[in-house]
Nanobody, 124 residues
Framework: QVQLVESGGGSVQAGGSLNLSCAASGYTFIMGWFRRAPGEERAAVAVITMNQGVEYYGNSGEGRFTISRDSAQNTVHLQMNSLKPEDTAMYYC????????????????????WGQGTQVTVSS
């Protein structure tokens, strides 16, 4: 069982930046972030394979968000720039130890490990 510990998040004005971090207690093949806004389904924000650093971005953050990893520390970081009010959501770290193909990366059902979530609120 892999435990995920999230940090970062908070409140910021539109146009601002936030950084989220997530540390895993054990080996993971892939880690990343999903978000759930009120009334919406969980959606992939960005994920990255821990060994080769292959990245996948959901539609929401592409061009504004950057995911990076520290494989030695089993940690991923999500730098979010140019934040918009529509980015307001609960952000969840997710991880899987099994191999996922890139087309599977967007599917939250493929990730068995989840963090508690951290709230991101962007005001206009």
């Amino acid at each position: 069982q892999v435990q995920l510990v999230e940090s970062g998040g908070g409140s910021v004005q539109a146009g601002g930046s936030l950084n989220l971090s997530c540390a895993a207690s054990g080996y993971t093949f892939i880690m990343g972030w999903f978000r759930r806004a009120p009334g919406e389904e969980r959606a992939a924000v960005a994920v990255i394979t821990m060994n080769q650093g292959v990245e996948y971005y959901g539609n929401s953050g592409e061009g504004r968000f950057t995911i990076s990893r520290d494989s030695a520390q089993n940690t991923v970081h999500l730098q979010m720039n140019s934040l918009k009010p529509e980015d307001t959501a609960m952000y969840y770290c997710a991880a899987a130890s099994n191999v996922l193909w890139i087309y599977q990366a967007r599917d939250p059902e493929k990730y068995p490990y989840w963090g508690q979530g951290t709230q991101v609120t962007v005001s206009s």
